[in-house]
């Protein structure tokens, strides 16, 4: 195999299958950074072997079984040669009573491909994404654990994904991983009442990391594709570990319906092309069917739906119109009143105000509008001044709504954002000299 068609291979099945090995790792030495460091051991002997021996038939199962007998033999380093392995066996029995739970070395010795069980698989990359999106953490270092160790990128990879320096990025993984051993996180899924409220992290993070693809906050892109595909990858993956919850189907079926829009959210120039001006033949009708069937399980599990599920709803609300001017509004209004009641807050009043505004009129909305300018969460929030202007100009009050528009320009940090603001700002302009 010529090595860069190797090299390409193992990048990519790396991609595929850190993740597993990752988790399988933490549960054997209980060490997030330890085993992140034996599985890039694994992957620098793939990259050494391959290109000569050629990719294994599960080479997944090869990394893992390469990682684990290196977790032994720095388990053997670590003790004195000439104890007997009972000795060995009884101190880490009393490290495990004190501090955490340590490997059997004679069982890791005796792994092979075999041994590998999708099941605990399974169990252990839930467990992971527990343990990454620990409340502990800080919501950056959070996002940026998970797309370190669940969605396989690079430190590089992840600064350039959210414009911030990489030794930025590489400072927050590390504390991460230093304030989970501290905290001595334990390698479990929880249970009861703690699970409500470590899943709704878990959540958080994977829609953070899809909404900063969908829309990025900074930059010269309105978009970027990788972070949504991340985002949609996680959450498959967490929709298939955990499916009897139903507000991870919810996530799962708002996240593919709001991609399926993706090819005609951006212009051949990497414009921005709003929801009601979109070409809908380019909607990705697969996607649309995926979240469909999503939100479909998460109602099927009965109760009340949670906020995913009900933006989900809302989502194809959208999808289901073939036009924008079918739009059912007044059903969005009334999921709107939902979502509020489930999750209030000023941003999804603001996001009802445009949905009152599209079923009963933009006075009505604006009524909404003037009541958030003085809401402290979003001072500063250039869409409160976005939103206000395309009411003022719908109703004609073009000199005001240039006013908003050149204000919300003024605050947005992506490019693309701005330049569609001050356009909407100039066409104000032009309205107010005809009308």
């Given at each position: ?51 000569e021996s050629g990719v294994p038939r599960n080479p997944g199962a090869w990394l893992m079984t390469v990682a684990r007998r290196r977790a032994v033999d720095q388990i053997r ?100 991983k230093r304030t989970l051993a501290e905290a001595r996180v334990p390698f479990e899924v929880p249970r009861g009442d703690d699970l409500a409220a470590r899943l709704s992290s878990v959540l958080e993070v994977v829609y953070l990391i899809f909404n900063e693809g ?222």
């Amino acid at each position: 195999m010529m090595a860069a068609d190797a090299r390409s291979t193992i990048e990519a099945v790396w991609r595929i299958e850190s993740a597993r090995i990752i988790a399988g790792l933490v549960r054997v030495v209980r060490d997030i950074g330890r085993a992140e460091e034996l599985a890039q051991d694994a992957l620098v002997a793939a990259l050494e072997q391959w290109p000569e021996s050629g990719v294994p038939r599960n080479p997944g199962a090869w990394l893992m079984t390469v990682a684990r007998r290196r977790a032994v033999d720095q388990i053997r380093r670590r003790t004195v040669l000439e104890r007997k392995h009972e000795e060995l066996g009884r101190e880490l029995s009393i490290q495990q009573q004190e501090v955490a739970p340590a490997p059997d070395v004679e069982a890791l010795a005796a792994v092979d491909d075999a041994a590998v069980d999708d099941a605990v698989v399974d169990d252990d990359l839930l467990r992971l994404m527990f343990i990454a999106c620990h409340s502990v953490l800080s919501t950056e270092a959070r996002v940026a654990l998970t797309l370190r160790l669940l969605g396989g990128l690079t430190t590089e990879e992840i600064a350039r994904a959210f414009l911030v320096p990489e030794p930025t990025v590489a400072q927050r993984i590390v504390r991460a991983k230093r304030t989970l051993a501290e905290a001595r996180v334990p390698f479990e899924v929880p249970r009861g009442d703690d699970l409500a409220a470590r899943l709704s992290s878990v959540l958080e993070v994977v829609y953070l990391i899809f909404n900063e693809g969908y829309s990025a906050t900074a930059g010269d892109d309105w978009m970027r594709p990788a972070l949504c595909e991340e985002a949609l990858r996680l959450g498959r993956i967490l929709a298939e570990l955990a499916p009897h919850e139903s507000e991870v189907h919810g996530l799962v079926a708002l996240m593919e319906i709001q991609a399926s829009r993706s090819r005609a959210r951006v212009g051949p120039s990497g414009e921005p092309i709003l929801l009601l001006e979109q070409n809908r033949a380019r909607w990705d009708q697969l996607l649309i069917r995926r979240g469909q069937a999503a939100l479909a399980r998460a109602v099927a599990l009965g109760g009340v739906l949670g906020p995913y599920a009900v933006q989900a709803a809302i989502a194809a609300c959208h999808a289901r119109a073939r036009r924008a001017e079918e739009t059912d509004w007044p059903r969005i209004v009334a999921l709107y009143d939902a979502l509020a009641q489930l999750a209030p807050s000023p941003v999804v009043e603001l996001n009802r105000a445009v949905a009152v505004s599209m079923a009963f009129g933009p006075a009505a909305g604006l009524d909404i509008v003037d009541r958030l300018t003085s809401e402290p969460q979003l001072q500063g929030y250039y869409l409160l001044a976005s939103v206000r202007g395309d009411l003022l100009a719908k109703l004609g009050r073009f000199e005001e709504a240039r006013t908003e528009f050149e204000r919300a320009a003024a605050l947005t940090q992506n490019a693309r954002e701005r330049t569609l603001l001050l356009a909407r700002a100039a066409a104000s302009t032009r309205g107010a000299a005809t009308s």
